[in-house]
């Protein structure tokens, strides 16, 4: 099954993962790597292309985080 | 004893309902002209539990997550929410699953946008994410994973997802990846924030665990997925599966064992089962059904489609021949939740194409009466849900569904009105909210509660709440129908005297509503 891993760094946004999708469209499993400070930012950045999405399978990942707890 | 992971959830859903699922729905609302500790007696009474505080019955989605578990090697097991404590003092992986977490599911949403009042399911699962032991657990390093139905609601709930330190929220079927997370929890390596399990990663029929402990009233599913396509439905975006029977056995020992004598098929239309395509297999239903009264006295479908009532019934014989193994001295009835959706053809069209198949879907009211009449006849109660606010929904939509709804008059069930929730293909869709009800929702609503209030007393009485042993509960469901009563006739005064624009003009926006408000919109 064709996977595709992006990272995305301090001051990138969704539009790098949209724009990687374009132009591999047949991805079927996705994992996303976001620069965060804590693990919920990264949710928050991405919460459009979560909540729109149905038919592919995704992981995200908070890079470099601080544990909150 | 002591666990590595503990999978709990809060009341409303750790409990038999007394044995009827259907009050489980009550969950759903706020408590309404009685205390909410009277509410929660009704919908959630605490359940059996054995000396370690494992419920004798669980969810069912909840045992296939601790089966997957058990089976991987790890120590795990469901434990009633009010015997946590001295569970979480070791455990390293707190697991919860929920039908609807934050009351953001219908009928939840329209409750609670309609009464301006917390649905009960949602104050209780708040309540149990912040009692002491959990928090204090977290502070040591547990970790938690959200997961089940609901999961999707993590999203519009980052507030929550903060306050109470979730580590990975999974949406979809967990049972291929619940393992692997487990072993990165309790080893200390990187969890991932959220995980969506796509239709190409859910699991087989064998990798499928079967549950190991009894479901809550036997529930037990016999296949995933569904061929309908309907747009507004996450369930039909997953490939078909359907259990073997000799599957489905072995998990209906598991609840016989335990002493239940109930059980209830689930699947998104039970007539469905063994199917080719959308042609219903006669013989794989009569040997399903046949199988189960083997084991237990009384069986109720979690949902059928009425379009596969109508076409097994006219074709086979089909409801006629399943009734006749199905009742006994012990069942007089059948239960079952059916999606009448909408009553306009130009609508069905858009959003739900093959749910008339094999009928045309021009024929979509048609088959829905004549659906109702067969099901009436045969003494199958069915609690029938609308979605108003579909996307590209018109007056005219609404017009034809109100002149449906007075089609059914005469045929026993309940009516209740959903908001659409944008789930499925349709998930990036904007929420219904109240702001957006028009005179033609206000009318079906107003349609569907007289329906439903004529008929609860009888299905109350002379159905679901039977004999002495039921007298108190029936005794509080009809102080409350009566109640409900009174109450909307003062409302439909009120709505006489002012039309629901002049409602909504004089209305405030309650402070309870603000959060959900918030939340839809955001």
Not at chain 2, 236 to 259: F, Q
Not at chain 2, 346 to 361: F, S
Not at chain 2, 428 to 442: A, N, Q, S, Y
Not at chain 2, 506 to 517: D, G, I
């Amino acid at each position: 099954m064709s996977e595709l891993v992006i990272e995305l760094g301090e001051g990138e946004g969704v539009e790098k993962v949209e724009e990687a999708l374009r132009s591999k469209p047949l991805v079927r499993r996705l994992v996303i790597r976001v620069a965060a400070n804590d693990r919920v930012s990264p949710i928050e950045l991405l919460k459009g292309l979560l909540v729109g999405n149905i038919s592919r399978t995704i992981m995200v990942y908070a890079k470099g985080e601080r544990d909150e707890a | 004893m002591k666990l590595d992971i503990v999978i709990t959830s809060d009341r409303t859903m750790i409990t038999n309902h007394h044995g009827r699922e259907f009050l489980g729905f009550v969950a759903t609302g706020p408590p309404i002209g009685m205390p909410e500790r009277l509410w929660m007696w009704i919908c959630a009474p605490k359940p059996k539990v054995d000396k370690w505080g494992k419920p004798v019955e669980a969810p069912y989605g909840l045992r296939k997550i601790e089966a997957a578990l058990v089976n991987a090697g790890f120590n795990a097991a469901i434990i009633d929410p009010d015997h946590l404590g001295p569970y979480l003092k070791h455990a390293k992986v707190l697991m919860v699953g929920h039908h609807d977490y934050f009351a953001m599911a219908s009928p939840s949403i329209e409750w609670w946008l309609m009464t301006g009042s917390e649905p009960v399911n949602r104050r209780s699962f708040l309540r149990l994410m912040r009692r002491p032991e959990i928090r204090e657990a977290k502070k040591r390093g547990l970790k938690i994973i959200a997961g089940g139905p609901a999961a999707w609601q993590w999203l519009w709930n980052l507030e929550y997802w903060r306050e109470f330190g979730i580590d990975t929220v999974v949406d979809g079927e967990a049972e291929k990846v619940v393992a692997e997370l487990a072993a990165k929890a309790l080893n200390g390596e990187e969890l991932p924030l959220y995980v969506y399990v796509g239709p190409d990663d859910v699991p087989s029929l064998e990798e499928i665990p079967e549950i190991r402990g009894a479901s809550v009233n036997g529930l037990v599913e016999i296949m995933r997925g569904c061929p309908r396509g309907c747009k507004f439905c996450p369930v039909t975006l997953r490939p078909l599966r359907y259990y073997p029977l000799d599957k489905i056995e072995r998990e209906l020992r598991v609840n016989a064992s335990a002493g239940l004598d109930r059980c209830i098929l689930h699947s998104e239309d039970v007539l469905m089962y063994g199917a080719r395509g959308l042609e219903p297999n006669p013989d794989a239903l009569l040997k399903l059904h046949a199988l189960v009264k083997k084991y237990f006295k009384t069986l109720a479908w979690s949902h059928v489609t009425l379009a596969e009532v109508k076409y097994a019934q006219e074709k086979y014989k089909l409801i006629t021949r399943l009734t006749e193994i199905v009742y006994d001295e012990h069942q007089q009835y059948l239960g079952v939740q059916i999606g009448l959706e909408t009553g306009s053809v130009n609508l069905a069209r858009k959003i739900m194409p093959a749910k008339a198949v094999p009928y045309p879907i021009e024929m979509w009211p048609q088959v829905v009466e004549d659906a109702m009449a067969v099901l009436h006849e045969h003494r199958i109660v069915p609690a029938l849900t609308l979605i108003l606010g579909l996307p590209e929904e018109t007056e005219g939509d609404l017009v034809q569904t109100a002149e449906l709804l007075d089609r059914l008059k005469n045929y026993r069930c309940l009516i209740v009105p959903m908001f659409f929730v944008p789930l499925g293909v349709l998930r990036d869709r904007g929420w219904f909210l109240k702001e957006h009800l028009k005179e033609g929702h206000v009318e079906i609503m107003r349609k569907c509660l007289w329906h439903s209030l004529r008929w609860a007393e009888d299905i109350v009485s002379s159905f679901y709440l039977k004999g002495a042993r039921n007298a108190p509960l029936r005794w509080a469901l009809k102080l409350f129908i009566a109640y409900v009563k009174k109450k909307a006739k003062e409302v439909e005064k009120w709505l006489e005297e002012t039309g629901w624009e002049g409602v909504k003009r004089a209305e405030t926006e309650s402070a309870a509503l603000q959060p959900l408000a918030r939340v839809c919109r955001a």
